[in-house]
Protein backbone atom coordinates (compact mmCIF):
# COMPACT_ATOMS: atom_id res chain seq x y z
CA UNK A 1 0.00 0.00 0.00
CA UNK A 2 1.32 3.25 -1.02
CA UNK A 3 2.23 5.92 1.75
CA UNK A 4 -0.29 8.40 2.69
CA UNK A 5 1.06 11.16 0.63
CA UNK A 6 -0.41 14.04 -1.52
CA UNK A 7 1.94 13.23 -4.60
CA UNK A 8 0.76 16.24 -6.40
CA UNK A 9 1.85 18.70 -4.16
CA UNK A 10 4.98 16.95 -2.61
CA UNK A 11 7.99 19.34 -3.44
CA UNK A 12 11.55 18.77 -3.61
CA UNK A 13 13.12 18.07 -0.02
CA UNK A 14 14.15 15.49 2.83
CA UNK A 15 11.12 13.06 3.51
CA UNK A 16 11.62 10.50 6.09
CA UNK A 17 11.25 7.14 4.56
CA UNK A 18 11.25 3.71 6.68
CA UNK A 19 14.63 2.97 6.16
CA UNK A 20 18.29 3.37 4.39
CA UNK A 21 21.45 0.88 3.83
CA UNK A 22 24.54 0.94 5.14
CA UNK A 23 27.76 -0.73 4.22
CA UNK A 24 31.52 -0.71 6.18
CA UNK A 25 34.46 -0.70 3.93
CA UNK A 26 36.99 -1.88 7.14
CA UNK A 27 40.16 -4.50 6.92
CA UNK A 28 40.77 -4.07 3.15
CA UNK A 29 36.50 -5.04 2.06
CA UNK A 30 32.89 -4.16 2.30
CA UNK A 31 30.93 -5.85 4.61
CA UNK A 32 27.29 -6.80 3.57
CA UNK A 33 24.90 -4.24 3.81
CA UNK A 34 22.35 -3.70 7.00
CA UNK A 35 19.06 -1.53 6.72
CA UNK A 36 18.57 1.13 9.35
CA UNK A 37 15.55 2.94 10.22
CA UNK A 38 17.22 5.51 12.99
CA UNK A 39 18.09 8.61 10.70
CA UNK A 40 21.33 9.01 13.02
CA UNK A 41 25.03 7.28 12.84
CA UNK A 42 27.32 8.05 14.87
CA UNK A 43 30.76 9.33 13.75
CA UNK A 44 34.30 9.99 15.23
CA UNK A 45 35.26 13.13 15.80
CA UNK A 46 38.08 12.93 13.85
CA UNK A 47 36.65 11.48 10.74
CA UNK A 48 37.88 12.50 7.29
CA UNK A 49 34.81 13.72 5.98
CA UNK A 50 34.53 16.37 8.98
CA UNK A 51 38.16 17.66 8.67
CA UNK A 52 39.25 17.24 4.83
CA UNK A 53 36.42 16.96 3.10
CA UNK A 54 36.27 12.87 2.56
CA UNK A 55 32.79 12.61 0.94
CA UNK A 56 30.96 12.30 -2.30
CA UNK A 57 27.20 11.82 -2.98
CA UNK A 58 25.38 10.48 -6.33
CA UNK A 59 21.72 11.44 -7.23
CA UNK A 60 19.36 9.42 -9.42
CA UNK A 61 16.01 8.95 -9.12
CA UNK A 62 13.29 5.62 -9.15
CA UNK A 63 9.68 5.63 -11.48
CA UNK A 64 6.80 3.48 -10.91
CA UNK A 65 5.59 2.72 -14.90
CA UNK A 66 2.30 2.82 -16.03
CA UNK A 67 2.06 -1.05 -15.44
CA UNK A 68 3.26 -0.99 -11.97
CA UNK A 69 6.91 -1.42 -12.59
CA UNK A 70 9.54 -0.03 -10.39
CA UNK A 71 12.26 1.42 -13.10
CA UNK A 72 15.84 3.03 -12.84
CA UNK A 73 17.13 5.64 -14.95
CA UNK A 74 20.76 5.03 -15.87
CA UNK A 75 21.67 4.47 -12.56
CA UNK A 76 25.01 2.81 -13.82
CA UNK A 77 26.12 5.34 -14.96
CA UNK A 78 25.59 7.33 -11.08
CA UNK A 79 27.90 4.45 -10.22
CA UNK A 80 30.81 4.93 -11.92
CA UNK A 81 30.33 8.88 -11.68
CA UNK A 82 30.77 7.99 -7.96
CA UNK A 83 33.92 5.49 -8.89
CA UNK A 84 35.72 8.71 -10.66
CA UNK A 85 34.52 11.09 -7.71
CA UNK A 86 35.91 8.60 -4.83
CA UNK A 87 39.38 7.94 -6.69
CA UNK A 88 39.76 11.57 -7.31
CA UNK A 89 39.30 12.22 -3.65
CA UNK A 90 41.23 8.63 -2.49
CA UNK A 91 38.52 6.90 -1.35
CA UNK A 92 37.44 3.53 -0.93
CA UNK A 93 35.52 2.83 -4.77
CA UNK A 94 32.11 1.47 -4.13
CA UNK A 95 32.07 -1.36 -7.26
CA UNK A 96 29.18 -1.33 -9.40
CA UNK A 97 27.34 -4.25 -8.61
CA UNK A 98 27.75 -3.46 -5.00
CA UNK A 99 26.06 0.23 -5.94
CA UNK A 100 23.28 -1.44 -7.61
CA UNK A 101 22.42 -3.66 -4.68
CA UNK A 102 22.16 -0.96 -2.36
CA UNK A 103 20.10 1.03 -4.98
CA UNK A 104 17.83 -1.93 -5.78
CA UNK A 105 17.50 -3.00 -1.73
CA UNK A 106 16.89 0.49 -0.47
CA UNK A 107 14.50 1.58 -3.34
CA UNK A 108 12.54 -1.77 -2.43
CA UNK A 109 12.36 -1.58 1.44
CA UNK A 110 10.61 2.09 0.82
CA UNK A 111 8.47 0.89 -2.25
CA UNK A 112 5.41 2.42 -0.43
CA UNK A 113 7.17 5.81 -1.25
CA UNK A 114 7.52 5.01 -4.83
CA UNK A 115 5.12 7.61 -6.44
CA UNK A 116 2.55 6.70 -7.97
CA UNK A 117 2.98 6.70 -12.08
CA UNK A 118 1.15 9.98 -13.59
CA UNK A 119 1.55 12.67 -10.71
CA UNK A 120 4.50 14.31 -12.07
CA UNK A 121 6.83 12.80 -8.90
CA UNK A 122 9.45 10.56 -8.82
CA UNK A 123 11.49 9.10 -5.69
CA UNK A 124 14.96 10.43 -5.46
CA UNK A 125 17.87 8.29 -4.30
CA UNK A 126 20.87 9.45 -2.83
CA UNK A 127 23.70 7.50 -2.31
CA UNK A 128 26.65 9.15 -0.19
CA UNK A 129 30.08 7.62 0.63
CA UNK A 130 32.11 9.70 3.41
CA UNK A 131 35.55 8.76 5.20
CA UNK A 132 34.93 7.90 8.94
CA UNK A 133 38.31 6.78 9.90
CA UNK A 134 39.93 8.72 12.31
CA UNK A 135 42.82 11.03 11.05
CA UNK A 136 44.81 14.51 12.05
CA UNK A 137 46.73 15.00 9.48
CA UNK A 138 45.92 15.21 5.74
CA UNK A 139 45.65 11.61 4.38
CA UNK A 140 42.95 9.00 3.45
CA UNK A 141 41.00 7.75 6.17
CA UNK A 142 40.97 3.71 6.87
CA UNK A 143 37.68 3.73 7.12
CA UNK A 144 33.98 4.37 4.84
CA UNK A 145 30.42 3.66 5.13
CA UNK A 146 28.35 3.84 2.07
CA UNK A 147 24.85 4.34 2.43
CA UNK A 148 21.85 4.93 -0.04
CA UNK A 149 18.34 7.29 1.24
CA UNK A 150 15.34 7.74 -0.84
CA UNK A 151 13.08 10.22 -0.53
CA UNK A 152 9.42 11.25 -2.45
CA UNK A 153 10.11 14.27 -4.38
CA UNK A 154 8.53 16.45 -6.67
CA UNK A 155 9.63 19.64 -9.24
CA UNK A 156 13.44 20.84 -8.07
CA UNK A 157 12.26 24.54 -9.09
CA UNK A 158 8.86 25.45 -7.19
CA UNK A 159 8.08 26.30 -10.77
CA UNK A 160 7.99 23.26 -12.13
CA UNK A 161 8.23 23.06 -15.77
CA UNK A 162 7.84 26.98 -16.20
CA UNK A 163 10.90 29.66 -17.16
CA UNK A 164 13.01 30.26 -14.35
CA UNK A 165 14.99 33.79 -14.20
CA UNK A 166 18.77 33.83 -13.71
CA UNK A 167 21.58 36.10 -12.83
CA UNK A 168 25.03 35.69 -14.17
CA UNK A 169 27.23 35.56 -10.88
CA UNK A 170 31.09 37.19 -12.11
CA UNK A 171 32.60 38.30 -8.54
CA UNK A 172 31.82 34.91 -6.09
CA UNK A 173 34.24 31.97 -6.58
CA UNK A 174 32.63 28.58 -5.82
CA UNK A 175 32.98 25.14 -5.85
CA UNK A 176 29.68 23.52 -6.87
CA UNK A 177 29.96 20.81 -6.96
CA UNK A 178 33.50 20.49 -5.73
CA UNK A 179 36.46 20.71 -8.33
CA UNK A 180 39.22 18.28 -7.71
CA UNK A 181 41.97 18.49 -10.20
CA UNK A 182 40.41 18.48 -13.92
CA UNK A 183 37.64 16.08 -13.22
CA UNK A 184 34.39 17.39 -11.48
CA UNK A 185 33.21 15.25 -8.36
CA UNK A 186 29.42 15.16 -7.01
CA UNK A 187 29.69 16.11 -3.89
CA UNK A 188 29.82 19.28 -2.25
CA UNK A 189 27.71 22.74 -2.92
CA UNK A 190 28.61 24.34 0.45
CA UNK A 191 30.27 26.82 -1.51
CA UNK A 192 28.35 27.72 -4.03
CA UNK A 193 25.62 28.62 -1.38
CA UNK A 194 26.24 31.93 -0.87
CA UNK A 195 26.12 33.31 -4.25
CA UNK A 196 23.00 31.64 -4.80
CA UNK A 197 21.32 32.62 -1.66
CA UNK A 198 22.20 36.60 -2.70
CA UNK A 199 20.42 35.77 -6.09
CA UNK A 200 17.24 34.55 -4.68
CA UNK A 201 17.08 37.70 -2.65
CA UNK A 202 17.25 40.03 -5.38
CA UNK A 203 14.33 37.80 -6.78
CA UNK A 204 16.16 35.64 -9.29
CA UNK A 205 15.79 31.64 -8.95
CA UNK A 206 19.27 31.22 -9.71
CA UNK A 207 22.78 32.08 -11.00
CA UNK A 208 24.57 31.08 -13.62
CA UNK A 209 28.38 31.16 -13.30
CA UNK A 210 31.22 31.93 -15.47
CA UNK A 211 34.64 29.85 -15.81
CA UNK A 212 36.86 31.12 -12.57
CA UNK A 213 40.12 32.35 -14.71
CA UNK A 214 39.24 34.63 -17.02
CA UNK A 215 34.89 34.92 -16.18
CA UNK A 216 33.87 34.77 -19.93
CA UNK A 217 32.76 31.87 -20.61
CA UNK A 218 29.69 29.82 -19.00
CA UNK A 219 30.20 26.93 -16.93
CA UNK A 220 26.52 25.74 -15.25
CA UNK A 221 23.88 27.21 -13.07
CA UNK A 222 23.94 26.44 -9.24
CA UNK A 223 22.04 23.24 -9.04
CA UNK A 224 22.47 22.11 -12.74
CA UNK A 225 24.20 22.25 -16.17
CA UNK A 226 22.98 24.71 -18.94
CA UNK A 227 22.38 24.31 -22.56
CA UNK A 228 20.95 26.59 -25.09
CA UNK A 229 19.35 26.46 -28.42
CA UNK A 230 20.70 28.60 -30.93
CA UNK A 231 18.91 30.87 -33.52
CA UNK A 232 19.89 27.92 -36.48
CA UNK A 233 18.03 24.80 -34.11
CA UNK A 234 21.15 23.49 -32.61
CA UNK A 235 21.73 22.11 -29.18
CA UNK A 236 24.91 23.80 -27.29
CA UNK A 237 26.34 22.84 -23.88
CA UNK A 238 29.50 24.15 -22.24
CA UNK A 239 32.40 21.84 -22.51
CA UNK A 240 34.54 22.86 -19.10
CA UNK A 241 36.64 20.61 -17.00
CA UNK A 242 35.07 22.99 -14.08
CA UNK A 243 31.12 21.42 -14.24
CA UNK A 244 30.01 18.45 -13.14
CA UNK A 245 29.63 15.55 -16.15
CA UNK A 246 25.61 15.73 -15.91
CA UNK A 247 24.26 12.33 -16.72
CA UNK A 248 21.06 13.94 -17.91
CA UNK A 249 23.12 16.54 -20.31
CA UNK A 250 24.52 13.37 -21.73
CA UNK A 251 21.53 11.77 -22.48
CA UNK A 252 19.95 15.20 -24.01
CA UNK A 253 22.94 15.48 -26.50
CA UNK A 254 21.73 11.98 -27.74
CA UNK A 255 17.90 13.10 -28.10
CA UNK A 256 18.94 16.27 -29.56
CA UNK A 257 21.55 14.16 -31.88
CA UNK A 258 18.08 12.30 -32.71
CA UNK A 259 16.43 15.59 -33.17
CA UNK A 260 18.66 16.89 -36.05
CA UNK A 261 19.69 19.53 -33.40
CA UNK A 262 22.85 18.71 -34.01
CA UNK A 263 24.55 18.78 -30.57
CA UNK A 264 27.69 20.19 -29.52
CA UNK A 265 29.84 20.92 -26.29
CA UNK A 266 31.59 23.93 -26.99
CA UNK A 267 33.06 26.76 -24.54
CA UNK A 268 30.48 29.31 -24.67
CA UNK A 269 30.96 32.96 -24.15
CA UNK A 270 28.59 34.96 -22.24
CA UNK A 271 27.86 37.56 -24.94
CA UNK A 272 26.41 34.86 -26.46
CA UNK A 273 23.38 34.50 -24.56
CA UNK A 274 21.80 37.36 -26.42
CA UNK A 275 22.08 35.12 -29.42
CA UNK A 276 20.11 32.38 -28.32
CA UNK A 277 16.37 31.76 -29.01
CA UNK A 278 15.86 28.84 -25.83
CA UNK A 279 17.89 28.16 -22.75
CA UNK A 280 17.18 25.61 -20.02
CA UNK A 281 18.85 24.10 -17.11
CA UNK A 282 19.08 20.22 -16.94
CA UNK A 283 20.37 17.57 -13.74
CA UNK A 284 18.83 14.84 -12.15
CA UNK A 285 17.14 17.32 -9.23
CA UNK A 286 16.00 19.45 -12.19
CA UNK A 287 14.97 17.26 -15.03
CA UNK A 288 14.81 20.04 -17.69
CA UNK A 289 13.96 23.10 -16.65
CA UNK A 290 13.41 26.06 -19.13
CA UNK A 291 15.19 29.52 -18.50
CA UNK A 292 12.74 32.41 -19.24
CA UNK A 293 15.29 34.91 -18.75
CA UNK A 294 19.28 35.64 -17.85
CA UNK A 295 20.43 38.92 -16.92
CA UNK A 296 24.02 39.85 -17.40
CA UNK A 297 25.35 42.95 -15.77
CA UNK A 298 22.78 45.86 -16.88
CA UNK A 299 21.30 43.96 -19.14
CA UNK A 300 18.59 41.17 -20.04
CA UNK A 301 17.60 38.31 -22.55
CA UNK A 302 14.09 36.74 -22.53
CA UNK A 303 13.56 33.59 -23.88
CA UNK A 304 9.70 33.60 -22.92
CA UNK A 305 8.35 36.75 -22.84
CA UNK A 306 4.34 34.73 -23.39
CA UNK A 307 6.05 32.74 -19.83
CA UNK A 308 5.53 29.82 -22.07
CA UNK A 309 8.61 27.00 -22.24
CA UNK A 310 10.21 27.22 -26.02
CA UNK A 311 9.28 24.68 -28.73
CA UNK A 312 12.87 22.57 -28.51
CA UNK A 313 12.99 22.67 -24.57
CA UNK A 314 9.40 21.56 -24.36
CA UNK A 315 10.10 18.57 -26.99
CA UNK A 316 12.87 17.65 -25.12
CA UNK A 317 11.43 17.56 -21.63
CA UNK A 318 8.81 15.34 -23.36
CA UNK A 319 10.67 12.94 -24.46
CA UNK A 320 13.31 12.45 -21.57
CA UNK A 321 10.16 12.31 -19.27
CA UNK A 322 8.12 10.01 -21.56
CA UNK A 323 11.54 7.31 -21.43
CA UNK A 324 12.42 7.75 -17.84
CA UNK A 325 8.63 7.01 -16.67
CA UNK A 326 8.18 4.03 -19.41
CA UNK A 327 5.75 5.80 -21.34
CA UNK A 328 7.38 4.88 -24.92
CA UNK A 329 10.02 2.56 -25.77
CA UNK A 330 13.93 2.84 -24.81
CA UNK A 331 15.90 2.48 -27.59
CA UNK A 332 18.93 3.40 -25.70
CA UNK A 333 18.51 1.03 -22.89
CA UNK A 334 18.82 3.95 -20.31
CA UNK A 335 15.85 2.19 -18.01
CA UNK A 336 16.49 -0.80 -16.12
CA UNK A 337 13.37 -2.19 -14.28
CA UNK A 338 14.31 -3.20 -10.19
CA UNK A 339 14.43 -7.05 -10.10
CA UNK A 340 12.04 -8.82 -7.19
CA UNK A 341 14.25 -9.86 -3.98
Known sequence: MKANINWKEIGFGYYKTDCHIRYVWRDGKWGPGQLHQDEFMPMHIAATALHY??????????YETKDGRSVLFRAVENAKRMIRSAEKTLMQPVPVDLFMEAVHKTVRANIRF???????????????LIGTGPQIGVKPA???????????????FKTGFKPVKLIVEEEVDRAAPCGVGDVKVAGNYAAGMRASFAAKAKGYTEVLYLDAKKKKYIDESGPANFFAITKDDRYVTPESPSILPSITNMSLVQLAKDMKLKPKRRRISVEEIFDFKEAGCCGTAAVITPVGSITWRDRKVDYCPDGNPGKRCVELYERLTAIQRG?????YGWVTEIPAE
Open 53 to 62: GQAVFEGLKA
Open 114 to 128: LPPHGYGASMYIRPI
Open 327 to 331: DIKDP
Open 142 to 156: DEYVFMVLVMPVGPY
